[in-house]
């Protein structure tokens, strides 16, 4: 792998590709999944160097298997993903050119990802991914999880052809093994993993040489999908009937297993609860199905078991992409929920925390009600009345947390039942409303149905007693306004709790999370001082006052603020407040354009010398400060006197905060339109220290400067860095010199 990474590290470029990933490849098609490819290419370096990529990235998709989730190659990878689903969810005739380069791609991350988008859509893509695939694929490691999937999950669409194209290789598969006395053991092995994900899915041929080789050679490792699976937690998460066999039982027979099944004490290799719940899982994800026939048998079984049913109807419906049963799955949960055994079992003491419990129940009931949200999957309307009416029940039955003064309040309100359970009723009310938006209705019904239940929760959540409710408010405060405008409005400082100091910090903590502005949400930020506290209280993390600037500084750029006294960017700036303005610095960076003037040019040059003009005024340096205000380089499109004045003030502290690179390449940018100012910010920069990265742009602007005829301020620049220790200009001051003399050689001589 190469060293090149980005201006951001891995962690911010994660954060900003993770929201607008997939829009780009919605609004851009195969422009943004090529040029994102490009990016990944740039960052691996030689195709050779990607061979093991399975590695560092199990699973093309999110999964818990993959250890480096936070590396740059990691983020492109996400980042690739995405915009080729976007691009996929609109004009997928033109974006199956992205695909196709994806797949023959001589990048193996690359392919994998096209792999993984031909399984995920594979009604659109499932004719190309035949054109490009490979028999070498389905013997390379690299492959494997994402040809597994896409197996799984698209079998069934395969055509005849398709079919026997598959069946074909599988059938003339043999690998090049490292012990050749093993051959044939090793080819049928691997030919009963390739068919395993398309067994059951009504093939008989499939199924019948899918049989014969697990009886000859045994069944699948326990994850098939994967050649290598790391565990964590228990070792004695086994259960004792595998999930096949669970598939070919009858009703009776599936009743006696889990009724009459008990663990093997705490044996570490025994069979558990959590393990049978597991291969249920699988069994109801394999099953042709779904289980819809059996759905009602699992009104009376343990908990571990409606767990495990349930999960398995989530995994089948959002990772394999195959149908469920909901009408049956709701009936189910409505009687779950209703039963007297189900606050009995919420109120009582839980069991060890590594066995499925109620709670697991109600956050798999949430997740389920969550999942039939989206706007890809289309139930009946009078489901999702009784989803509302299942979320009622369960909410009636589970205490809210009080707030504490944790840092954490987004986590644990989206991971504990209860506040997965406000997510998810947050969620069906979109869908309702969408739904009804759809058919040109009113929102009345709807809100009818939410209104007691927002209204009974943010009673709690005002007086500080409901800690996932006031954090959730935060995170979809937008969506609640899109709900109903007067009572978002109406209550906005009751949802930013103006009553509990530990309730509104878990709404700050949620608005974090915030990616849009509006007009509205902007003015009640700023009217109920919201906006400001979220600026400067302590306590709070990071991102709740980085959120909060970013804001601000969008709202000026797009002169829905600007520097009113007693606003609050002026406020800033008067008290020259340096964290504060450098984020902003930073944030408005990311706003630059690469091609032409960027479109806020103006209102940044405005804020530059206002920030310069206070500084002078103050009478001190603001090193870190004026460090950063050379982030605001990139939106200088005409370097004038004021502007040169500024920045050359900026410029010899550019390296306190390490934004050398910044000015270097904006200066090398401007060195041919404005080389005498070009010259003046250069040597201010000097004064302090000798910018030496990039390199390319350090020669590139004083060879400008010297084409430009700044030829003498070139030399010097040159012999400057030389009088300091850098080799850096050295061959250009060489070049320069040759160029000097031919021009002096080309002069006619005097008489």
């Known amino acids: 792998m190469t060293d090149k990474t980005g201006v951001l590290d891995s962690f ?59 590396g740059f190659r990691a983020v492109l990878v996400d980042a690739i993903r ?74 069934t669409r395969f055509s005849t052809s398709e079919r026997s194209q598959y069946l074909a290789i599988v059938d003339n598969l043999h690998g090049d093994w490292s012990d050749p006395s093993r051959q044939e053991e090793w080819d049928e092995t691997h030919r009963r993993d390739l068919l395993h994900p398309a067994y059951g899915l009504g093939d008989p041929e499939v199924d019948k040489k899918y049989s014969a080789l697990v009886e000859r050679w045994g069944p699948v490792r326990e994850h098939p999908d994967f050649h290598s699976y790391t565990t964590t937690g228990w070792v004695g998460d086994r259960s004792p009937v595998e999930s096949d066999a669970l598939v070919g039982m009858s009703n009776d027979e599936l009743l006696k297993v889990l009724r009459e099944f008990v663990p093997e004490g ?20 394999a099953s042709e199905d779904g289980f819809a026939s059996r759905i009602p048998l699992f009104t009376d079984v343990g908990r571990p078991y409606q767990h495990g049913l349930l999960r398995g109807l989530i995994e089948r419906l959002t990772n394999d992409k195959r149908q469920i049963d909901w009408a049956a799955t709701l009936s189910l949960v409505q009687s779950i929920t209703s039963s007297p055994s189900f606050k009995i079992d919420m109120e009582a003491e839980q069991p060890e925390a590594w066995e499925p419990s109620v ?17 890809e999957r289309r139930i009946a309307p009078g489901l999702r009345n009784q989803c509302v009416e299942i979320l009622r029940k369960v909410l009636a039955v589970t205490s809210p947390k009080e707030p504490a003064d944790s840092s954490d309040a987004v986590s644990q309100a989206i991971n504990s039942p209860r506040g997965r359970t406000l997510e998810a009723l947050i969620l069906t009310a979109l869908a309702m409303r969408r739904d009804e938006a759809v058919h040109g209705q009113a929102s009345g019904a709807t809100w009818a149905k939410i209104e007691p239940l927002l209204d009974t929760e943010l009673v709690s959540s005002n007086a500080g007693r409901n800690a996932e409710f006031a954090t959730l408010c935060g995170m979809y405060c937008a969506n ?56 400067y209280m302590e306590g709070l993390p990071d991102q709740v006052a980085d959120r909060a600037l970013q804001f601000l500084g969008l709202a000026y750029l797009e002169s829905k603020d600007e520097f009113n006294d007693g606003g609050l960017l002026a406020e800033l700036i008067t008290n020259l407040k340096v964290k504060e303005l450098s984020k902003l610095c930073w944030f408005f960076w990311t706003m630059r354009s690469t091609e032409g003037t960027p479109q806020y040019s103006s209102k940044v040059l405005v804020f530059w010398k206002r920030i310069a003009e206070q500084i002078a005024q103050s009478g001190t340096t603001a090193p870190d400060l ?19 004045e500024v920045w050359a003030a900026a410029a010899a502290h550019a390296h306190v905060k390490y934004n050398g690179p910044v000015l270097v390449e904006n200066l090398a940018r401007l060195a041919d339109r404005n080389p005498q100012e070009v010259t003046a910010v250069f040597r201010a920069a000097l004064s302090s220290f ?62």
């Not at 990039?694 to 700044?710: H, S």
């Open 480 to 535: 609640l306004h899109y709900l109903n405008p007067e009572w978002t409005t109406k209550n906005f400082d009751r949802i930013f709790s103006l009553s509990s100091d530990t309730a509104w910090r878990c709404t700050a903590q949620g608005f974090a999370y915030q990616h849009y502005l509006y007009d509205w949400l902007f003015a009640k930020l700023v009217d109920g001082g919201h906006l400001r506290r979220m600026v």
């Open 82 to 155: 995405d915009a080729t689903l976007g691009a996929l969810s609109t004009n997928w005739a033109e974006s199956l050119k992205a695909v196709r380069g994806l797949l023959e791609s001589p990048y193996s991350t690359l392919v994998r990802i096209g792999i993984y988008s031909c399984g995920e859509d594979y009604g659109h893509t499932g004719v190309l991914f035949w054109e490009c695939a490979k028999p070498d694929w389905f013997l390379n490691l690299a492959y494997w999880h994402e040809l597994f999937w896409l197996i799984k999950k698209a079998f």
């Open 690 to 751: 000798v910018p030496d990265f990039p390199p390319q742009d350090v020669i590139r602007c004083v060879t400008k400067l010297a084409d430009a005829g700044r030829h003498d301020d070139a030399e010097q620049i040159c012999n400057i860095y030389s009088e300091r220790g850098s080799q850096l200009l050295k061959e250009t001051y060489h070049e320069l010199r040759e160029q000097q003399r031919a021009l002096d050689a080309d002069k006619p001589c005097s008489s």
């Open 359 to 375: 709670k697991w129940v109600v956050g798999d009931i949430a997740d389920l009600i969550k999942a039939a949200s989206n706007k």
């Open 266 to 285: 705490r044996r570490l290799e025994g069979s558990t609860y959590r393990g049978l719940a597991s291969a249920l899982s699988a069994a109801v994800r």
């Open 12 to 70: 911010h470029l994660g954060e900003v590709l993770k929201g607008s990933a997939r829009k780009l490849g919605e609004r851009c098609g195969p422009a943004a999944v090529e040029m994102l490819s490009r990016r990944f290419a740039d960052c691996i370096g030689q195709p050779d160097e990607d061979r093991y990529s399975y590695l560092w990235r199990s699973a093309i998709e999110e999964h818990p298997q993959d250890a480096h989730k936070d």
């Open 626 to 644: 004026q460090s950063a205000l050379n982030q605001l380089a990139p939106f200088i499109d005409d370097l004038t006197q004021p502007l040169t």
